[in-house]
């Protein structure tokens, strides 16, 4: 597995746990609600899964495919709470 791809998969789903979790980094008050960074980088991720179709080892398909349907699942459920 390429190390690069899954610094980059790994870290985008990292800010978006972050952003369901409510933690944004310091400043971004006033910026795009914490629900609207995640979606946008689950989206980025999604992006990813589909323009690297065909191209991506077994492991490197596996850890993209899993990290984008739990980000999905997550911020689905995030959405189902009051």
């Known amino acids: 597995m390429n190390q690069h791809f899954a610094s980059l998969v790994l870290g985008l789903a990292?800010?978006?746990e972050s952003a369901l979790a409510g933690s944004l980094p310091a400043g971004a008050e006033?910026?795009?609600d914490a629900r609207a960074v995640a979606q946008?980088?689950?989206d980025?991720?999604?992006m990813l899964q589909d323009k690297t179709e065909g191209r991506l080892d077994p492991d490197e398909r596996q850890l993209l495919d899993?990290?984008?349907t739990a980000l999905r699942f997550r911020f689905v459920k995030s959405a189902a709470r009051p």
Do not use: D, K, N, W
């Open 14 to 16: 990292h800010q978006a």
């Open 40 to 42: 946008t980088l689950i």
């Open 30 to 32: 006033g910026g795009p």
């Open 44 to 46: 980025t991720l999604g």
């Open 66 to 68: 899993q990290t984008v």
